[in-house]
């Protein structure tokens, strides 16, 4: 997604663009995630100022013909719901915050909220309402990017693993080796998301992004019964938790197609595909509470997927400074969908070399000590 | 809805415990050999009655009153219905007949298995047994490859045509073709010529060398009526027409099956043009091979090979106290889920109490799987679909009837989006996303992309209800 992004608005802005991935379009993560654009879930700081900015680009993006349906674009809206009223006091508390970052964040009481949610569990004291919260189908969304930027003239290279980073003997990048031939460039662009890390070994530069494993369930098709993004106050924390413990408050979703989405777990075990009954088991539960007649309905499925996953839990975008003309834009963990526009936009313009851009100083890729492991 | 009850065997003795899931010939042969060698068996199955697909019985109500006519080896299915009674008298095998199993979970801490099945008319009823090992025995499901008009009603799977057979529906006055490849149709052609239907062809994509030699692995016919004699000769008796190296490339009718359109083919699988030409029929059998049921042992994390679970000389998988036996394993007919069910139950029973099973026990069953292991690969080489079968799927066939999704779509996907996996391809067309899980469309779809048809993996190998699984394994009592 990232990746596609960044080809994207790069393109756009004249650059000529090769996009490579050793698989297929959206076979990482992307295609093994969910694809909520949320604002509602982050706190003010960076991250939000690039989620807000993102916001506004999907927005902008999905005004283009035709590319609303192609994304499954729906601007939801989300709902975040106390369970007590101590929750729903912090819940507000949190709000105010982030309304003056910037972000529509509306107190609702009891009664509004059963008018927003008419089939949530009785007994919830109050929530907040997020109308900026959205969401896309990620796989179609990276393939309609690529589309994009193919007619904007990039070249897409699919089934290309990248083997090596080349470099000047003045050690600047100077274009990839991959399974299907060099590409000549004076940029290189990391997106390979989880294993961005890997990448960065290749150009010689360390970047510790981790896998964070994450379970979604899926049901039977239903009519329309959860109408917004419902997730309740305590999903927040689990997001910011540095734990490499099992977190499990789940987010609850309709989707255009029919099936409801329930997602998703955050646990760090390396890259374990193991299916985990214990973890599903308290997702099924978490979203039954939230909407007890989840309770008869079917579960048909449950995926998996690796969250590229940075310490600090903010990516790595723009400029290395240990390897010029090396670029980075990886490590989104469980929001690359939503901040791919905003990464894409800012890569765009840092390969433009406009000068050091005030934005992007949060995200330095070499922000992490060097050495370790 | 009731809590999980803990079913099964029980009773906190010192006896191991063994869990059997599929009563088809394989599970039942383990579940005996271990019953026998002092296990505690949990037998599992989603059938009303033991036998599974070879020995499928017809349904009580029918009263059938000669079901020995309609079964061959009929004294192995009453040796094995006999055993079963007299196990399940002595307390020694517990049956569970209507039972889904959607999850086979391994115990960290306390080693052993949770077995979550669903019961119940509308199969929402949880219930959860208890077992020190298991043995997966659950069989092979029908591979079908989509054509033109193969939706229309009136087309069934050649698995589907058997059931009914065995079921006692009447096919009298009824004009069926069969077609597809593989050495059920021959059986299946053979069953439905005896039950008083007209079979007006038997189209096989494969060489009649081919034909001709894998008669012989299901040598056993479930139906008397054609014992004895081979099949070849039986269907040339009743003049049933065996085009070879054919395919069925479209069905035509107007709101059902009316006729079929087929073609020769040349060597490499392409259809010879101008070689069309059409029979009239209202029943169209198609079939293309079987493939293992293999979502719970995935599950599990055993190790697949291609489309089978891999599994050792003691039918073991790589996954401590899992067997697996019969056609999971790999397809290749009644006797050799039997010998290999034998085998496994033998192992697990020694096993489990401890002991180092010795493989003289099962010598006998051994050759005999070995035997028909080496027949049964050769034929895998004779009856790979026809090559080019995606030619004659025109953009507007329907893939994936769950979701419905045309093969233009997952055209598009490939030739626009470089997917080159069939993972992918669901993503971006919903092809295999529907109540089946892909179960129906998952070979077309990869064919289709253009790669191997690997198993996806479904951590469900039946829809849950989402109340159960949120408490699935919650009221076991401590062991
Ligand atoms: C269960 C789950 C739920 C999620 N829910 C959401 C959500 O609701 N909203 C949201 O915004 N995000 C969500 N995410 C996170 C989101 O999926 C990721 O942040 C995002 O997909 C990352 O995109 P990416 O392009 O960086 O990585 P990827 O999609 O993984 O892309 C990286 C690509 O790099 C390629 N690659 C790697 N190494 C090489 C190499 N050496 N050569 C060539 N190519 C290479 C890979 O093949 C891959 O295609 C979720 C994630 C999970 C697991
Ligand atoms: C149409 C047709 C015709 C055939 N004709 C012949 C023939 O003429 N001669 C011959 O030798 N062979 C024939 N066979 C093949 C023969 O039926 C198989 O080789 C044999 O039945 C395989 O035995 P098995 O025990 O491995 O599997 P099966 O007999 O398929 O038994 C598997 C059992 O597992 C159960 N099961 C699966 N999953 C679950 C679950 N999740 N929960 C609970 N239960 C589950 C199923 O209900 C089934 O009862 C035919 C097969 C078919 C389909």
Redesign the pocket.
Known sequence: MVGAACALYAARAGHSVALVDRGAVAGGTTGAGEGNLLVSDKEPGPELELALLSSRLWSELTAEPGAAEAVEFEAKGGVVVASSAEGLAALEKFAVEQRHAGVDARAVTADELYDLEPELAPGMPGGVHYPQDAQVMPTLAAAHLVRLARAAGARLLTGAPVTEVLRSADGSVRGVRTGRGEIHAPAVVNAAGTWGGELAALAGVRLPVLPRRGFVLVTEPLPRLVRHKVYAADYVADVASDSAALQTSPVVEGTAAGPVLIGASRERVGFDRTFSLPVVRSLAAGAARLFPFLESVRVMRSYLGFRPYMPDHLPAIGPDARVPGLFHACGHEGAGIGLATGTGHLIAGALGGAGPDPALAPFRPDRFPEEAS | MSRSPHEGADGGTACPSLAV????????AAALAAAVRGSRVTL????AQ??????RQPAEELGARRPQALH?QWRTWERLRDGLAAQIAAGRVTHLTD????CVERLEETSGFLVH?LHGPAQEEPSVVRADAVVL????Y?KVLPFPGWTLPGVIT??G???MLKGGLVLQGRTAVVAGTG??L???AAGLAAAGAEVAALVESAGAQGVARHAR???????KLVEGAGYVAELMRRRVRLKARHAVVEAQGDGALEAVSVAALDRDGRVVPGSEHVIACDTLAV?HG?LP?T??AETLGCRLEGTAVAADDEQRTDVHGVWA????TG????????A??HIAGCSAAARLAGREPDPRAWEAAAKSRAKTRKFSTSLDAAFAPRAHWAEQVTDDTVVCRCEDVPASAIREAVGELGATDARTVKLLTRAGMGWCQGRMCGPAVAGLTGCEPVPSRRPF??PVPLGVLARAGEDLPDE
């Open positions: 899931i599929g009563a088809g010939p394989a599970g039942l599992i199955d989603a059938g033991a036998g599974g697909q070879f020995y061959h039972h889904h199993v959607w099945a025995a659950t069989g092979a029908e050649a698995g045509a058997q059931a050495p059920l021959l059986p299946v692995t299901f040598a056993v016919h479930p139906d079939g079987l049921h979502d719970l036996a019969g056609e999971a397809v290749g007919g009644a006797a050799l889920s039997l290999e069910g190998a039946r």
